[in-house]
């Protein structure tokens, strides 16, 4: 390892920022499969994704393979993609089965996990396999939860109960109906740079006016609050951020329903720790879900939701498609930014950095949070 993060000066991480190597450093990124992203509440897909029973999602995500699936009732579950025989991965892409079965000896299991068969298993063929047995052969499932259509898992079993883990956000968004969330896109990115780069961008609200000036003026952001919920949740609040903006259109997509008047020009945005990148707009919700597969390259989906019932019927299909243009284009602006960033902001000469009281206390609250954890 080349640096000490148990012995990291905090007030030079305050002043300075990270030291390049922790979003380059190999054995660093070990370190994060077997602290942070095994330990915490990471979120690996959304449940919309999954449309028909069936339906699977293989993911990666810093060291784990697991699959995400949509059984015949209907029900989601997460198992680890390993084959309980000798280990082989069962699914490589996204798909639809009636059974899952594994390519290397065909043993198949049920989409909810459950052990079908083994060929030959006793060699001699008249020979069933007692229920108990079978019992004790189905997929390794992975604890989770479902929140705002977002699927978290917990690998090692041991978090706080999500309920604890998210109440914080839960109190403060009481007033939002998460009831009618409605996906318009969900579309995949992938990035050569590191994952901790992307979240304390997201973060980072000083970069908006520069990098994506048609989404916001440096004015706007001037109003911009910190918000500091917990440990693991972070964010920034504009309490006029949509409500300040031109509309675009003179029939704009409806609000939560019942939302109290004073909120419908918020705009609020957070890192829920580790990987997920919460935005909420009056009108829309976006999520991102990073997920790291080494030092410098992650994958990421942004999924893109309506929150009103209305707002999925065909009267505001152009508006829909227009704010997934648009959220698609800042968000590739975010990307290219980020894979430059992950060549200069690992540099020595980066070190030598000076963040700043009035606008990276959020992304430091990020950082701060990383350290305890690792
Ligand atoms: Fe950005």
């Not at 579950?77 to 309980?84: A, E, P, Q, S």
């Not at 498609?321 to 968000?331: D, G, H, K, T, Y």
């Not at 963040?355 to 701060?368: P, T």
Request: proline share 5%; hydrophobic share 40%; charged share 25%.
């Amino acid at each position: 390892m080349l640096i000490d993060v148990k012995n990291l000066d905090i007030d030079i991480v305050e002043k300075r920022g990270m030291p390049g190597a922790v979003f380059k450093d190999p054995e660093i990124f070990d370190r994060e499969t077997k602290t942070v992203f095994r330990n915490g509440w990471a979120s690996v897909a959304s449940v919309q994704q999954l449309k028909e029973p069936g339906d699977i999602i293989p993911i990666k995500i810093a060291g784990f393979s697991l699959l995400i699936m949509k059984d015949a009732r209907g029900e989601i579950g997460v198992f680890h993609n390993v084959c309980r025989h000798k280990g082989a991965p069962l699914i490589d892409k996204p798909c639809n089965k009636r059974v899952v079965v594994c390519p290397y000896h065909r043993w198949s299991f049920q989409t909810n996990g459950e052990f079908i068969g083994a060929p030959c298993f006793y060699r001699d063929q008249s020979k069933q396999m007692p229920s108990e047995e079978k019992a004790g052969k189905g997929l390794l499932a992975v604890r989770f939860a479902i929140w705002w259509d977002t699927i978290f898992v917990n690998i090692s079993g041991e978090a706080e109960p999500f309920e604890e883990f998210i109440r914080p956000l839960n109190d403060l968004l009481s007033d939002y109906d998460s009831q009618n969330l409605n996906m318009i896109s969900s579309t995949e990115y992938e990035s050569s740079s590191n994952w901790k780069l992307a979240v304390d961008n997201f973060l980072d609200g000083y970069h908006v006016p520069f990098v994506h000036s048609q989404a916001v003026t440096l004015k706007a952001v001037l109003k911009q609050e910190d918000l500091f919920l917990s440990d693991d949740i972070v964010g920034l609040r504009l309490a006029n951020g949509a409500s300040d903006k031109p509309a675009k259109t003179d029939k704009p997509l409806p609000h939560f329903a019942g939302l109290p008047e004073e909120k419908t020009g918020m705009q609020q945005w957070f890192g829920i720790f580790p990987n997920t990148l919460f935005f909420v707009d009056p009108r829309w919700m976006q999520m991102i879900l990073i997920r790291p597969e080494a030092a410098d390259y992650s994958t990421e989906t942004l999924s893109l939701y309506t929150v009103s019932k209305e707002a999925a019927s065909d009267e505001y299909k152009e508006q829909r498609e227009n704010l997934s243009v648009v959220l698609n284009e800042v968000n590739r602006q975010d990307i290219e930014l980020l894979d430059k960033l992950q060549h200069s902001r690992t540099r020595e000469a980066a070190d030598q950095g000076t963040l700043v009281e009035a606008w990276d206390q959020v992304a430091i609250g990020f950082h701060k949070a990383w350290l305890k954890k690792i």
